[in-house]
């Protein structure tokens, strides 16, 4: 497979690369910031591009947060940013639900497992739903649990669709709520699949290792709403009118960013060596994507302005 162009130090094969493209979508964690911290040069790089008439998009898989929220995460960083520049995964199911699936009464409510990020997506979108951070769904399961699951009489006959991302709360009560949903019909989503997630110099579960026992349950796979979904790429294609051969998507993974880049056939896809994947991963012969550029870090860019 052909290898990515390095453009680290490589000020001409830089200033062609941004002179390629009119809008880059940019993954966040491991691109922008590594958890709390921001690497440096990001503002500034970010500051370069748009000064050049860039438009800056910023595609996140993290479905914890609703996009006021990740404003505030924007804003703490010092990164400027504006709301309708971010689309993370939460809000990508939400406008799947309403202008795709269009759930209709009298079964047009979602049961949540996931967090406060999605529930305030929904309720954007006037989507009801049920589950989520509801503390009577992060308790310990009891035999009248059992019995009014198993009859049915403690489900709600208007869930039409089982949302899964991540949740710190998951529990067997809600595992189960969602399992019997989704026998009775419910569709089936999940706002991304990530196996884990960086944080702190380590991994941890990922909204996909919590959709997981339902697939194991089911035998059905989920539509999944983030990254490499190309229902997300569409979403994002319909709401900023993207020419995709100029768009360039930027991303620490290959399963997700990098994929997500090649399968929506955009002008091009660049590799940041600040995360998830190092050079080996794409040169491997079973190499899940590879990149057509990449560089060291994102601010090895701000060499264009020299
Ligand atoms: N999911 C969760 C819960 C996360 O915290 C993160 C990163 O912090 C991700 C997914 C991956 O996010 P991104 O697509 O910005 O790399
Ligand atoms: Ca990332």
């Known amino acids: 497979m052909a290898q990515p162009k390095y453009l680290s130090g490589d000020v001409a094969a830089i200033n062609e690369f941004i002179d390629k493209f009119d809008v880059f979508l940019f993954d966040c964690d491991g691109v922008l910031w590594s958890g709390d911290h921001v690497f440096e040069g990001v503002v500034e790089t970010l500051e370069l591009l748009r000064s050049r008439g860039k438009k800056t998009v910023f595609v996140t898989n993290n479905s914890t947060k609703s996009r006021p929220e990740y404003k505030k995460k924007f804003e703490g960083l010092g990164i400027p940013a504006d709301e309708d520049e971010i689309f993370g995964s939460a809000y990508s199911s939400a406008i799947y639900i309403s202008r795709i699936l269009k759930l209709a009464p009298p079964k047009n409510k979602v049961f949540v497992v996931g967090e406060a990020g999605i529930e305030q997506e929904l309720t954007t979108e006037n989507i009801p739903f049920i589950g989520g951070t509801d503390p009577s769904f992060r308790r310990d399961v009891t035999v009248e649990d059992f019995n009014g699951l198993a009859d049915g009489s403690l489900l709600d006959p208007e869930v039409g669709c089982v949302l899964v991302g991540l949740d710190w709360h998951i529990n067997y009560l809600k595992l189960s709520h969602a399992y019997q949903y989704l026998r009775r019909g419910a569709v089936f989503l999940a706002t991304?699949?990530?196996?884990?997630?960086?944080?702190?110099?380590?991994?941890?579960?990922?909204?996909?290792?919590?959709?997981?026992?339902?697939?194991?349950?089911?035998?059905?796979?989920?539509?999944?709403?983030?990254?490499?979904?190309?229902?997300?790429?569409?979403?994002?294609?319909?709401?900023?009118?993207?020419?995709?051969?100029?768009?360039?998507?930027?991303?620490?993974?290959?399963?997700?960013?990098?994929?997500?880049?090649?399968?929506?056939?955009?002008?091009?896809?660049?590799?940041?060596?600040?995360?998830?994947?190092?050079?080996?991963?794409?040169?491997?012969?079973?190499?899940?994507?590879?990149?057509?550029?990449?560089?060291?870090?994102?601010?090895?860019?701000?060499?264009?302005?020299?």
């Open 192 to 306: 991304n699949v990530d196996s884990t997630f960086p944080m702190n110099n380590n991994f941890f579960p990922g909204a996909g290792s919590i959709s997981v026992p339902l697939v194991h349950m089911t035998g059905q796979e989920p539509v999944a709403l983030g990254k490499p979904s190309q229902a997300m790429m569409d979403a994002i294609e319909g709401k900023f009118h993207l020419d995709r051969a100029r768009t360039c998507m930027v991303g620490d993974r290959l399963n997700t960013d990098i994929k997500f880049g090649i399968e929506g056939r955009l002008g091009g896809t660049l590799a940041v060596l600040t995360g998830v994947n190092k050079k080996e991963d794409w040169e491997a012969a079973d190499a899940v994507a590879v990149p057509s550029f990449y560089v060291d870090k994102l601010s090895d860019l701000r060499a264009a302005a020299q």
